[in-house]
């Protein structure tokens, strides 16, 4: 028993000391990132400095060009020619539609003052009795539709006198009575046309004024089309310097019709642009320049003096031949008070009435020409570019009281 016993032993012993030597040998082998051993640095291998060769230049024997074969174009992929790129077109220049009998096609823009002011008339003027009261009624039509106090006074004085001589008042008497009334309030006598011939070696120079909002740049440009299709060449100045986008509208403009604009700094000088304008259209030989100014507010009054220095600057180079004042239709008797003003600062020549499509008081063009003496030349009866129309009242006063 106790020999078993001391075998048993002797193994576990020999067991033993098997296990250290495996485990010893285990720990030599351990790799380099293992906590216990130090780890080794690998330096990256060195850069190629500026000269170096990737590899030992060989000795070739060198080739003149001659030998040098070149490659063979018709067994390869074929040769792609590129075909050169065509330079942008410049924007076609339009073609305007006539200025003459544009009133006459755009007749039916009037509608609504025809409803008020012509129809209504017409109807006060059928009534079977006109009595005290109506002939008021007629003449509250009248200055609703802003024909104002004493051309309506002076209408209503003369229709009551030739209703009472002829007596008898058929429809087509009505309307041919009041048509000769208001002919004779509209002075068709006078000279429309806008003046664009100085007379001189120099082109004529138009001045557009007026105050903001009244569609004055617009206008201007509306305008170079009238002149372009009566065979005119204009020059565009952009005097209006103090809203960004003016000459960039303005400019937009005469690019359409081929007309040049120029131009000069935000914020820079207004007489100073309108001056280079003439001076630019005298070099070119235009025919016209148009000067489109700054709106100007008609309560301040250096803005005011400062629309004088344009005028008295353009002079310079000769005469202003026309000074047209843009109104808005709709502003009513608002706007013979801005044209009061304007005409104190620059002499009036000519009234634009704008927006005359959009209102109901066509008789705001009897009563601004009664207030200043001055003409309307020129009317605005849409936002189309060729709704501008030369002002003929034979055929304003036809629209307005129908057929």
Known sequence: MEIVILVVV????????????????????????????TPTITAPPAE?????????????????????????????????????????????????????????RLRARLARSQNTLGKGLLTLLSREHLDEETWEEIEETLL?????????QELVERLRERVRVLGTRTPAELRTLLREELLALLDPEVDRAVKTESGLDTPGVVMVVGVNGTGKTTTTGKLARVLVADGRSVVLGAADTFRAAAADQLQTWGERVGARTVRGPEGGD????????????????????????????????????????????VEKHGPLDEVLLVLDATTGQNGLVQARVFAEVVEITGIVLTKLDGTAKGGIVIAVQRELGVPVKLVGLGEGPDDLAPFEPAAFVDALIGD
């Open 144 to 152: 609703t539709a802003d024909v104002g106090v004493a051309p309506t």
């Open 270 to 313: 207004p007489a100073s642009v309108a001056f280079d304008a003439v001076k630019e259209g005298i070099a070119e030989g235009a025919d016209v320049v148009l000067i489109d100014t700054a709106g100007r507010l008609h309560t301040k009054t250096g803005l005011m003096d400062e629309l004088g220095k344009v005028k008295r600057v």
């Open 48 to 104: 190629p400095h500026v000269g170096d060769e990737a590899e030992t230049p060989r000795d070739e024997p060198r080739r003149t060009i001659e030998e040098v074969g070149l490659p063979d174009t018709t067994a390869g992929a074929p040769v792609v020619v590129e075909e050169p790129v065509e330079a942008a077109e410049a924007p076609a220049v339009e073609v305007p539609e006539p200025s003459a009998g544009r009133l006459v």
């Open 10 to 37: 002797i193994a576990l012993v020999a067991v033993g000391a098997i296990s250290g030597l495996v485990v010893s040998s285990r720990k030599k082998k351990l790799p380099p990132s293992s906590p216990s051993s």
